[in-house]
């Protein structure tokens, strides 16, 4: 058992901004993320011309702070902004900067290896006006992928807005701010570096919870298409238990003695249950019943 001293910080817990996510809100994450992966690494390939692949390992939520502490201090983010953002936060592609000039040079013909077959070194710098262009170029589809990936549970425009090197002074949302970080794995050609992609939460959990007029609207439909269903009735006597043994036994002629009351009304029942009575008779050329009594059932 952990003993509190009277040393140990408070920490105090907002429960209106919480710092875990649901497992529905989790998997529906993952499944998006997982899409933007496959379209960012179908256009890091086809921009690049080298075989290229972007898996997703993780999603968590975490402030904005917690997010950049774990930032190298010289690395690139491309700022990204969100209709659906209440707040002024902007969403964050980030990955290392010696990544990026990697995949300019593959855009623009060159090869990332030296003459001895070892890869090139690559400084860790901001990018000059021109590779940020090129940057800009490379990467402007994948913020569209980014907005499809999510459909519906990212409402509004997305938009490239502009390209930081600074994790401390990128300043794309407030300290305190929630976001959701997702880690990627990104091979392209021999090179295999981590990005990130950070969204405010405020943009992206009101969408992967259905509102309940939506939900109302499934059930009434639900109901609606619920009378059009088909089911088997019959109509029965009571039956008569037997042992496999008579079964067997039987044969042309024998008589099997019922236990259903020649007074007594005939069963209607749907799949077992009986949810009715009704009289033997006849309608025209064929045999028919006449319903005497309903009941009700509780299966």
Known sequence: MAVLSPETPH????????????????RALELAFETFGRQWGTQLTSKTRVRAQVS??????????DYTRILPPTTVMLLIGLEASASEARGVLQFPAPAGLAWISRMLGGA?????GAPAPLPE???????QAIV????????????????????????????????QFAQAAAPADLMIVATFRVTVGE?????????????ILPGLVAPPAEQSTDDTGLRAQLPAVPVQLAVQLA????????????????VIR??????????VVVDGVPIARASAGASGSRRACVVIDTEENAR
């Open 191 to 203: 090179r295999c570096d981590t990005a990130t992609v950070a969204l405010p939460a405020d943009a």
């Open 239 to 254: 039956p008569l238990p037997v042992t496999a043994g008579r079964v067997i036994s039987l044969a042309v002629g024998d």
């Open 125 to 131: 710098r901001g990018y000059t006006p021109v590779e």
């Open 11 to 26: 920490v105090h817990y907002d429960f209106r901004r919480p710092t875990t996510l649901a497992r529905e809100q989790s």
């Open 136 to 167: 800009r170029r490379l990467l402007e589809d994948t913020v569209d992928d980014l907005r499809y990936s999510f459909g519906a549970q990212l409402p509004g425009k997305v938009a490239f807005d502009s390209i930081q090197h600074n994790s």
């Open 112 to 116: 990332e290896q030296s003459g001895d």
């Open 56 to 65: 997703f390992e993780s999603v968590a939520i975490n402030t904005y702070d």
């Open 258 to 267: 019922l236990p259903h009351p020649s007074h007594r009304p005939l069963d």
